[in-house]
């Protein structure tokens, strides 16, 4: 069973990954193209914490969770306040 700060942790990372693919020159244009609209709608940190708290006081739920541990961003330095 997948836990609220595992999800959470996933969805952060996730949109950190796609931060660093399209920054990275190395990857073919059409990657780096393909991330940048992907993370045109993609909730930052202070989204992902909103909807955490939102859920949580509104209706019951725990599917996020808005205590981020800063560790979970630290293989993407700079990524986690998009």
Do not use: C
């Amino acid at each position: 069973m997948t836990t609220a700060s595992e999800r959470t942790r996933n969805l952060l990372q996730a949109g950190a990954f796609l931060k660093r693919l399209e920054e990275d020159h190395e990857v073919p244009e059409w990657v780096r193209q393909e991330a940048r609209r992907l993370l045109r709608h993609y909730p930052s940190a202070g989204d992902v914490s909103l909807l955490a708290h939102f859920e949580a006081t509104k209706i019951g739920s725990d599917i996020l969770t808005p205590d981020f541990d800063p560790a979970w961003l630290s293989e993407y330095p700079d990524r986690g306040a998009r």
